[in-house]
């Protein structure tokens, strides 16, 4: 057996080439075929419903039509196509092991697949930059959170590099080579065989990202942790100040303004900084204003912490296997565990959506609103029926 031979009966990306063993001793078996067409039926119908719900969210609660949340839509068509037109297509290619759609649709199917996911990791990348904006650069952040035309030149963006990195490789490879190696009744990128492309793509698509999401955590992550010690500062200057108070002299009007740069510096209340009533700053109102930002600040980091780690588990995976397979030329690694991986990366985009109401609050709202319109319906009626 050459080694193209030899290298084609394995799977390589979102799609797969099993040979002719693997699908009579993995699928063709009676149980095992129900098995996996009720696994990927299932897939397929929490990824459209998931996703399409984040999507109709937006519809439906205009307070979620902010810069931040418009990143966290474009994640959602990415992987509500996936699931709409990337797995219903590859479903009959896995279970026959035959592909009889024509090379046409093979080269959209491509495209759609290395696009559609490339897309998905990138827009987590955004999503964690914006996060990392809105906690150490809290002021201008919000100053442009209603300039919508921003986050939609990102989202554009996104989508033109998830093209170029695989897009043009999927639609001109052949006609540079000058021939195809892809048999007729199978359906695969003509770069399988070029292992130095797969790896440097792999780190683009994986490595970069990943390293890039861990940075802004790690930013997260200590801008909160200064905050922390700024208002345990701020609350030793209050605890201080209490005495005075208790006697009737009141907090001197230099103490609350020192106060209000501290917390300005710490980038907790920047609102109450930037008040032309500073000098009045009631401390008990900064003792609550402090913790409920930091609070936010934790619930931000946390979130992010979820998305990414499930992207690190659903892609690391499959990316190691990659640079394993560039090593040693595809002879070390056997086919099924090919399979686990992609489909890793599938369902990745039947998790994301369940991220958003465990993580944010915005989204819990407008997932009632569509769930549960008779909640949100009771108390108006209520309070006709009263008058």
């Avoid at 084609?8 to 098995?35: A, I």
């Avoid at 200057?237 to 209490?242: A, G, R, T």
């Avoid at 710490?266 to 609070?295: E, F, V, Y």
């Amino acid at each position: 057996m050459t080694e193209p031979e030899s290298d084609s009966n394995f799977s390589l990306y979102h799609f797969g080439n099993p040979s002719t063993r693997v699908q009579s001793s993995f699928v063709s078996s009676g149980p095992m075929f129900v098995v996996l067409m009720v696994m990927m039926v299932s897939l397929v119908v929490v990824i459209v419903l998931g996703n399409a719900l984040v999507i109709l969210a937006f519809k439906v609660d205009k307070s979620l039509r902010k810069q931040c949340n418009y990143y966290f839509l474009n994640l959602a068509l990415s992987d509500f196509l996936v699931g709409a037109f990337c797995i219903p297509v590859y479903i009959p290619y896995i279970l026959t092991g035959r592909w009889t759609l024509g090379r046409g649709l093979c080269k959209l199917w491509l495209v759609m697949d290395y696009l559609l996911c490339s897309a998905s990791v990138f827009s987590i990348v955004l999503i964690s930059y914006d996060r990392f904006l809105s906690v150490t650069r809290a002021v201008s952040y919000r100053a442009r959170q209603s300039m919508t035309h921003r986050a939609i030149i990102k989202m554009i963006a996104v989508w033109v590099l998830a093209f170029v990195l695989y897009g043009p490789a999927i639609i001109f490879w052949e006609l540079v080579v000058g021939r195809s190696r892809v048999p007729e009744d199978e359906c695969f990128a003509e770069f399988y065989y070029s292992w130095y492309f797969l790896l440097s793509a792999s780190m683009l698509e994986f490595f970069s990202p990943f390293i890039s999401v861990a940075f802004f955590n790690l930013s997260i992550y200590l801008s909160i942790r200064r905050r922390r010690l700024h208002s345990r500062e701020a609350q030793l200057q209050l605890q201080l100040s209490e005495p005075t108070t208790a006697q009737g002299e009141g907090v001197p009007l230099s103490h609350n303004t020192g106060f209000g740069m501290k917390l300005a510096v710490g980038g907790s209340i920047h609102s109450q900084t930037s008040s032309p009533s500073l000098g009045k700053l009631d401390p008990s109102t900064s003792r609550a204003a402090q913790p409920s930002r930091l609070s936010r600040d934790k619930k931000i980091a946390k979130s992010l912490a979820v998305i990414v780690c499930v992207f690190a588990i659903c892609w690391a995976p499959y990316t190691l296997l990659m640079i394993i397979r560039a090593a040693c030329r595809g002879r070390c690694i056997q086919h099924h565990w090919y399979e686990v991986t992609f489909w890793l990366l599938w369902l990745n985009s039947a998790i994301n959506p369940f991220l958003y109401p465990l993580c944010h609050s915005s989204f819990r709202r407008a997932f009632s609103k569509i769930l549960c319109p008779r909640k949100r319906t009771a108390p108006s009626s209520v309070f006709r029926a009263g008058q």
